[in-house]
């Protein structure tokens, strides 16, 4: 057999762009952890306003070229909380952030100012962007509630804000799942996905969990 297309280039002994700091175990079992939330959470919304069916990469975040469980970024997003200084964070976080984003087709019609972009794909862009700031992201100064984001809204980019309130008060009537019930990566409950998207995220992390068994993480 020849190496899982993921190990080529740690054992080709660099990965471009990326400086060779390895997470430890534990940080990457709470990165695909805090990931899963996060890919539910955007599903859960993504299904409530039957939008994104134009994204070609789902479920979101954990599919194709830059995804969050491609060992390039698992490899960099894993230390985030390791080191708060911004050197550590340029050398060893920013690389990962700049391909997931550079190749994922979301980002790419959200983040810059995209003349190709649909009104679904702005959507989709702001929902992700909404349920990160949902989530407990010390960079974005923590968690926040529907109430709390809106001053954040109102100081984004002028190309995003528009699509922020578009979706905003669809997302707030749909209510937050509950992605903390999700614990674990052996038990994964259904937080209120359709049957074959949550098949196919549970399907993904077991995958992944196969990849990263391979080059020793044990997760």
Not at 12 to 37: N, Y
Not at 63 to 83: A, C, D, F, Q
Not at 87 to 107: D, G, N, S
Request: proline share 6%; aromatic share 8%.
């Amino acid at each position: 057999m020849g190496l899982h297309p993921e190990l080529q280039g740690l054992h080709a002994g660099k990965i471009e762009g990326l400086p060779m700091i390895l997470p430890t175990e534990e940080e990457i079992s709470q990165w695909v952890l805090t990931t899963l939330r996060h890919c539910c959470q955007v599903e859960f919304y993504l299904h409530a306003l039957d939008i994104g069916h134009q994204d070609p990469q789902r479920p979101h975040d954990i599919v194709g070229l830059g995804n969050k469980y491609s060992w390039e970024v698992i490899k960099g997003l894993s230390l985030t909380s390791r080191n708060t200084d911004p050197e550590f964070f340029e050398q060893c976080v920013l690389p990962a952030i700049t391909y997931h984003r550079t190749f994922q087709f979301h980002h790419q019609k959200w983040n810059p100012p995209a003349p190709d972009a649909t009104r679904e794909d702005m959507m989709v862009g702001a929902i992700d962007a909404m349920c990160s700031m949902l989530e407990d992201r010390a960079y974005q100064g923590g968690k926040h509630n529907f109430e709390e984001i809106i001053d954040i809204v109102k100081i984004n980019a002028p190309h995003k804000v528009k699509w922020f309130w578009m979706v905003y008060s669809q997302m707030k009537s749909n209510g937050i799942p509950d992605v903390e019930r999700i614990q674990s990566l052996d038990r994964i409950p259904n937080i209120g996905l359709p049957e074959k998207r949550y098949g196919e995220i549970v399907e993904r992390v077991q995958e992944t969990r196969v990849m990263l068994d391979q080059m020793g993480y044990h997760i």
